[in-house]
Protein backbone atom coordinates (compact mmCIF):
# COMPACT_ATOMS: atom_id res chain seq x y z
CA UNK A 1 0.00 0.00 0.00
CA UNK A 2 1.33 3.55 -0.82
CA UNK A 3 2.51 5.61 1.86
CA UNK A 4 3.91 9.34 2.44
CA UNK A 5 7.71 9.42 3.66
CA UNK A 6 9.20 11.61 5.57
CA UNK A 7 13.39 12.52 6.20
CA UNK A 8 14.85 12.70 8.38
CA UNK A 9 13.15 11.25 11.05
CA UNK A 10 14.80 13.09 13.72
CA UNK A 11 16.60 16.39 13.56
CA UNK A 12 18.51 18.39 16.01
CA UNK A 13 19.22 22.13 15.01
CA UNK A 14 20.80 24.93 16.75
CA UNK A 15 18.52 28.41 17.59
CA UNK A 16 18.72 30.32 14.16
CA UNK A 17 19.74 27.63 11.98
CA UNK A 18 17.45 26.48 8.86
CA UNK A 19 16.02 23.53 8.56
CA UNK A 20 14.60 21.49 5.37
CA UNK A 21 12.42 18.76 6.45
CA UNK A 22 11.02 16.69 3.53
CA UNK A 23 8.20 14.61 2.51
CA UNK A 24 7.10 11.89 -0.55
CA UNK A 25 3.52 12.17 -1.51
CA UNK A 26 1.74 9.19 -2.60
CA UNK A 27 2.43 9.60 -6.46
CA UNK A 28 -1.51 10.49 -7.77
CA UNK A 29 -2.28 13.04 -4.52
CA UNK A 30 -2.54 16.49 -5.91
CA UNK A 31 -2.82 18.07 -2.44
CA UNK A 32 -0.14 18.40 0.46
CA UNK A 33 -0.04 19.58 3.74
CA UNK A 34 2.31 20.28 6.65
CA UNK A 35 1.11 19.99 9.96
CA UNK A 36 2.78 19.90 13.38
CA UNK A 37 2.26 18.32 16.86
CA UNK A 38 4.48 20.19 20.20
CA UNK A 39 4.90 17.57 22.78
CA UNK A 40 1.63 17.08 24.17
CA UNK A 41 -0.33 19.64 22.40
CA UNK A 42 -2.79 19.48 19.67
CA UNK A 43 -1.72 18.54 16.03
CA UNK A 44 -2.38 21.89 14.25
CA UNK A 45 -2.53 22.98 10.63
CA UNK A 46 0.25 25.03 9.14
CA UNK A 47 -0.58 24.78 5.35
CA UNK A 48 -1.50 23.27 2.30
CA UNK A 49 -0.35 23.28 -1.05
CA UNK A 50 -1.99 22.76 -4.38
CA UNK A 51 -1.19 23.33 -8.18
CA UNK A 52 2.44 24.84 -6.83
CA UNK A 53 0.93 27.23 -4.40
CA UNK A 54 -0.16 27.70 -0.96
CA UNK A 55 -3.93 27.36 -0.86
CA UNK A 56 -4.03 28.43 2.62
CA UNK A 57 -2.37 28.91 5.80
CA UNK A 58 -2.44 29.30 9.66
CA UNK A 59 -1.36 32.27 11.75
CA UNK A 60 1.60 29.83 13.08
CA UNK A 61 2.96 29.90 9.47
CA UNK A 62 4.48 32.70 9.54
CA UNK A 63 8.02 34.37 7.78
CA UNK A 64 9.80 31.88 8.85
CA UNK A 65 7.98 29.11 7.08
CA UNK A 66 8.06 28.37 3.44
CA UNK A 67 7.17 25.42 1.42
CA UNK A 68 7.96 23.76 -1.82
CA UNK A 69 7.64 21.22 -4.26
CA UNK A 70 11.22 21.85 -6.07
CA UNK A 71 10.83 18.79 -8.27
CA UNK A 72 7.44 17.53 -8.80
CA UNK A 73 8.06 14.58 -6.38
CA UNK A 74 9.37 15.83 -2.99
CA UNK A 75 7.55 18.25 -0.71
CA UNK A 76 9.61 20.44 1.25
CA UNK A 77 9.06 23.09 4.83
CA UNK A 78 11.34 25.17 5.25
CA UNK A 79 12.06 27.03 8.61
CA UNK A 80 14.64 29.79 8.08
CA UNK A 81 15.74 30.93 11.56
CA UNK A 82 14.82 28.36 14.07
CA UNK A 83 13.37 29.02 17.18
CA UNK A 84 13.50 27.17 20.57
CA UNK A 85 9.06 26.67 19.97
CA UNK A 86 10.00 25.30 17.28
CA UNK A 87 10.60 22.19 18.31
CA UNK A 88 7.87 19.56 17.31
CA UNK A 89 7.02 16.71 15.74
CA UNK A 90 6.26 17.98 12.05
CA UNK A 91 3.25 15.54 9.79
CA UNK A 92 3.75 15.94 5.88
CA UNK A 93 0.23 15.25 4.66
CA UNK A 94 -1.31 14.36 1.12
CA UNK A 95 -5.06 13.95 -0.50
CA UNK A 96 -5.94 12.55 -4.09
CA UNK A 97 -8.43 14.63 -6.01
CA UNK A 98 -11.72 13.09 -6.31
CA UNK A 99 -13.62 9.79 -6.19
CA UNK A 100 -14.14 7.75 -2.88
CA UNK A 101 -10.94 8.87 -1.17
CA UNK A 102 -11.62 12.44 -1.40
CA UNK A 103 -11.15 14.83 1.74
CA UNK A 104 -8.88 11.80 3.15
CA UNK A 105 -5.86 12.98 4.02
CA UNK A 106 -2.54 10.41 4.05
CA UNK A 107 0.01 11.26 6.91
CA UNK A 108 3.47 10.45 6.65
CA UNK A 109 5.62 8.95 9.83
CA UNK A 110 6.66 12.70 11.13
CA UNK A 111 10.04 14.63 11.45
CA UNK A 112 10.96 15.09 15.26
CA UNK A 113 12.56 18.41 15.26
CA UNK A 114 14.50 19.02 18.18
CA UNK A 115 15.74 22.98 18.45
CA UNK A 116 18.34 23.74 21.10
CA UNK B 1 -13.47 29.09 13.76
CA UNK B 2 -13.58 25.31 14.19
CA UNK B 3 -12.91 23.40 17.01
CA UNK B 4 -13.46 20.00 18.43
CA UNK B 5 -13.65 18.34 21.87
CA UNK B 6 -12.66 14.72 22.82
CA UNK B 7 -13.37 14.94 26.80
CA UNK B 8 -11.71 11.88 27.45
CA UNK B 9 -8.23 11.25 27.97
CA UNK B 10 -8.11 7.71 28.22
CA UNK B 11 -10.69 5.30 28.04
CA UNK B 12 -10.05 1.76 29.36
CA UNK B 13 -12.54 -1.34 27.73
CA UNK B 14 -12.04 -5.12 28.47
CA UNK B 15 -11.41 -7.26 25.93
CA UNK B 16 -14.94 -8.12 23.69
CA UNK B 17 -17.06 -5.38 25.23
CA UNK B 18 -17.87 -2.53 23.02
CA UNK B 19 -16.35 0.72 22.87
CA UNK B 20 -17.66 4.52 22.78
CA UNK B 21 -14.73 7.32 22.14
CA UNK B 22 -16.71 10.51 22.00
CA UNK B 23 -16.15 13.80 19.76
CA UNK B 24 -17.99 17.24 19.58
CA UNK B 25 -17.44 19.67 17.20
CA UNK B 26 -18.22 22.81 16.26
CA UNK B 27 -18.24 24.35 12.63
CA UNK B 28 -19.90 27.21 10.87
CA UNK B 29 -20.83 25.23 7.79
CA UNK B 30 -21.55 21.51 6.81
CA UNK B 31 -18.75 19.38 8.57
CA UNK B 32 -16.63 17.05 7.44
CA UNK B 33 -15.38 14.54 10.00
CA UNK B 34 -12.80 12.27 11.08
CA UNK B 35 -10.73 9.85 12.70
CA UNK B 36 -6.99 8.84 13.12
CA UNK B 37 -5.33 6.53 15.35
CA UNK B 38 -1.69 6.90 16.30
CA UNK B 39 0.29 4.12 17.50
CA UNK B 40 3.46 4.36 18.88
CA UNK B 41 6.26 6.08 16.57
CA UNK B 42 3.88 6.44 13.81
CA UNK B 43 2.13 8.69 12.08
CA UNK B 44 -1.34 9.56 11.93
CA UNK B 45 -3.91 6.77 10.11
CA UNK B 46 -6.95 7.37 8.65
CA UNK B 47 -10.10 5.55 9.92
CA UNK B 48 -13.09 6.34 8.66
CA UNK B 49 -14.75 9.98 7.36
CA UNK B 50 -18.41 11.20 7.68
CA UNK B 51 -19.05 13.70 4.22
CA UNK B 52 -22.50 13.81 3.46
CA UNK B 53 -24.74 10.95 3.15
CA UNK B 54 -25.69 8.26 5.88
CA UNK B 55 -25.08 9.15 9.33
CA UNK B 56 -23.90 6.16 10.28
CA UNK B 57 -20.06 5.63 8.52
CA UNK B 58 -18.17 1.89 8.57
CA UNK B 59 -14.31 2.57 8.27
CA UNK B 60 -10.92 0.15 8.90
CA UNK B 61 -10.73 -2.06 11.07
CA UNK B 62 -14.30 -2.58 12.26
CA UNK B 63 -15.07 0.98 13.84
CA UNK B 64 -17.86 2.99 13.31
CA UNK B 65 -18.84 6.54 13.71
CA UNK B 66 -22.20 8.36 14.12
CA UNK B 67 -22.89 11.58 12.85
CA UNK B 68 -25.54 13.36 15.40
CA UNK B 69 -26.06 17.10 13.68
CA UNK B 70 -28.67 18.10 16.33
CA UNK B 71 -25.86 17.33 19.19
CA UNK B 72 -22.46 17.93 16.73
CA UNK B 73 -21.09 14.74 17.51
CA UNK B 74 -19.35 12.00 16.06
CA UNK B 75 -18.72 9.10 18.46
CA UNK B 76 -15.92 6.49 17.42
CA UNK B 77 -17.52 2.40 18.23
CA UNK B 78 -16.42 -0.75 17.79
CA UNK B 79 -19.03 -3.40 18.71
CA UNK B 80 -15.90 -5.69 20.25
CA UNK B 81 -12.79 -4.54 21.47
CA UNK B 82 -9.34 -6.16 20.61
CA UNK B 83 -5.97 -5.40 22.65
CA UNK B 84 -4.52 -4.69 19.46
CA UNK B 85 -6.76 -1.73 19.22
CA UNK B 86 -5.14 0.02 22.19
CA UNK B 87 -3.53 3.61 20.49
CA UNK B 88 -4.37 7.08 20.36
CA UNK B 89 -7.19 8.27 18.47
CA UNK B 90 -7.87 11.70 17.59
CA UNK B 91 -10.81 13.36 16.29
CA UNK B 92 -10.90 16.26 13.24
CA UNK B 93 -13.16 18.33 11.16
CA UNK B 94 -12.92 20.51 8.92
CA UNK B 95 -15.60 22.84 6.63
CA UNK B 96 -16.17 23.29 2.68
CA UNK B 97 -13.94 26.63 3.09
CA UNK B 98 -11.18 25.21 5.00
CA UNK B 99 -8.58 23.11 3.84
CA UNK B 100 -7.11 22.29 7.37
CA UNK B 101 -8.03 19.38 9.63
CA UNK B 102 -8.59 20.65 12.89
CA UNK B 103 -8.01 17.94 16.04
CA UNK B 104 -8.94 17.35 18.74
CA UNK B 105 -6.77 16.69 21.82
CA UNK B 106 -6.62 12.91 21.24
CA UNK B 107 -8.11 9.63 23.66
CA UNK B 108 -5.79 6.82 24.54
CA UNK B 109 -7.88 3.79 24.10
CA UNK B 110 -6.43 1.55 26.90
CA UNK B 111 -8.06 -2.64 25.62
CA UNK B 112 -7.70 -4.72 29.01
CA UNK B 113 -7.35 -8.42 27.99
Redesign the interface.
Known amino acids: EPEVTQTPSHQVTQMGQEVILRCVPISNHLYFYWYRQILGQKVEFLVSFYNNEISEKSEIFDDQFSVERPDGSNFTLKIRSTKLEDSAMYFCATETSGGSSSYEQYFGPGTRLTVT | AQSVAQPEDQVNVAEGNPLTVKCTYSVSGNP?L?W?VQYP??????LL?Y?TGDNLVKGSYGFEAEFNKSQTSFHLKKPSALVSDSALY?C?V?DLF?????????THLIIQP
Open positions: YFYNRGLQFKIFARNDGLTFGKG
